[in-house]
């Protein structure tokens, strides 16, 4: 029996642990600019009809 209440504290610990780096991870901005990230992929990184590089713009 005494074996369950340290799995539940252990259990329990660690969803305080889980939800405590996804608030940290909310207040500095992880997941501010989820579609740039995925554009960026998509970009040619040579130069466009301008002739300037892409990432300058």
Do not use: H
Request: aromatic residues 8%; contains cysteine.
């Amino acid at each position: 029996m005494t074996s369950m209440w340290w799995l539940i504290i252990i259990a329990l610990g660690m969803g305080v642990t889980g939800l405590a780096a996804f608030l940290w991870s909310l207040r500095t901005g992880q997941y501010d600019d989820l579609d740039g990230a995925a554009e960026r992929v998509l970009l040619e990184d040579g130069p466009d009809e301008t002739g300037k590089d892409c990432r300058e713009r």
